[in-house]
């Protein structure tokens, strides 16, 4: 028995023992990694005493890294495939040294692309324009640019990966609020206003449900001009779901805190599919909150050099999965990353 019986916590033995033994009898071993007893232990680390919290952390993760040994010797046992030399030379050109690819017929395109495409179609008929984010930033983009200062508690809401260098996998498409002001902001000179969408990938340190991905897509919308106000704000998004939703919704806004703007909203959409009589959709609450939006604080205009005494706008971050399961009736957000072509062929 790999899974070592020693130790010392009593707690954690007794857990170690329990997983122990239903280890052997799962099929999808690598399940016991995610086992509920095991993030039970971590939750308790918060509120130990400092003095415990180290030895008490440090065997957790002996258990953890204990029952992953014992998971992959269990995977190597089932399946003996030939490993992969992922650094041969691959040469296109050599006779059956061509990769198998798959008919193309065979393959879709991404629901979630294809729903991407008819949010951006609204937007462009709207009068903006859009650029991807990217997926590494930095923490000048990620936090500084926002309005997020070195320390300030609100950077806990966004717990991401950080590269070894300091680089970021961003957690919201604002990281590009920044630079798309800076690059726009000669319309405003010209008495135009400045009008983007934001379509990217963002990544979170996330517990994964059916709701919550590591991994999943965002639209960020930013819009600056002279005496924009909360009004424009709701009326652009209102136009836009009724649009995509194809249906009249009524919309709500409730106070929110976000650094990056003053006031800050959450905003809720009427349930598109049963017209706030309550389903399963909204939990049968009637409403749906979508997103965050709120009116750009002046301090995020001034560090792209727009005089906030002069202009104002508005910005929201919307999830794009979420928005997509609702159109297309999809149950669980992991399907989107999972690349399973049961789920994909629907969408042939
Ligand atoms: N970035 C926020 C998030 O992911 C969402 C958001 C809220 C974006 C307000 C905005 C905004 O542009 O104004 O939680």
């Given at each position: 028995?790999?899974?070592?019986?020693?130790?010392?916590?009593?707690?954690?033995?007794?857990?170690?023992?329990?997983?122990?033994?239903?280890?052997?009898?799962?099929?999808?071993?690598?399940?016991?990694?995610?086992?509920t007893e095991l993030k039970a232990l971590y939750?308790?680390?918060?509120?130990?005493?400092?003095?415990?919290?180290?030895?008490?952390?440090?065997?957790?993760?002996?258990?953890?890294?204990?029952?992953?040994?014992?998971v992959a010797k269990a995977g190597a046992k089932a399946e003996k495939l030939e490993p992969i030399d992922v650094t041969a030379p691959f040469d296109e050109n050599v006779k059956g040294n061509k990769p198998r690819l798959l008919p193309t017929d065979q393959g879709s395109r991404h629901p979630l692309m294809t729903e991407l495409d008819s949010v951006l179609d609204i937007f462009y008929r709207m009068g903006f324009t859009a650029i991807e984010s990217r997926q590494i930033d930095d923490d000048y983009h990620m936090f500084e640019t926002l309005n997020f200062p070195e320390g300030h508690p609100a950077r806990d809401d966004y717990d991401t990966f950080m590269t070894k260098e300091g680089l970021i996998a961003p957690a919201h498409t604002s990281t590009m609020q920044n630079r798309v002001l800076k690059a726009h902001k000669k319309?405003?000179?010209?008495?135009?206003?400045?009008?983007?969408?934001?379509?990217?990938?963002?990544?979170?340190?996330?517990?994964v449900d059916a709701r919550h991905e590591h991994t999943f897509y965002q639209l960020e919308g930013v819009y600056v001009g002279k005496n924009i106000n909360a009004g424009n704000l709701i009326a652009t998004l209102k136009t836009f779901l009724e649009e995509y939703y194809q249906q009249e919704l009524d919309v709500k806004t409730q106070p929110f805190y976000f650094p990056f703007t003053e006031p800050s909203f959450e905003f809720a959409i009427s349930c598109p599919f049963c017209q706030k009589k309550g389903c399963q959709v909204c939990s049968y609450a009637g409403w749906i909150e979508l997103l965050g939006c709120g009116m750009i604080h002046p301090n995020v205009l001034k560090m792209?050099?727009?005089?906030?005494?002069?202009?104002?706008?508005?910005?929201?971050?919307?999830?794009?999965?979420?928005?997509?399961?609702m159109k297309q009736n999809i149950e669980d957000v992991r399907h989107s990353e999972s690349g399973k072509l049961e789920f994909l062929r629907q969408f042939k």
């Open positions: 028995m790999a899974v070592s019986m020693s130790y010392k916590n009593k707690k954690i033995a007794d857990v170690a023992e329990v997983l122990q033994k239903r280890l052997a009898k799962l099929d999808d071993k690598a399940s016991i990694l995610r086992a939750a308790e680390l918060p509120q130990l005493r400092p003095e415990e919290k180290a030895a008490f952390g440090k065997e957790i993760n002996q258990l953890k890294a204990d029952l992953a040994e014992e319309n405003l000179k010209d008495g135009k206003p400045i009008a983007v969408v934001i379509p990217g990938r963002v990544f979170r340190n996330e517990d792209a050099g727009i005089d906030a005494n002069e202009y104002t706008g508005f910005a929201w971050g919307c999830g794009i999965d979420r928005l997509v399961m």
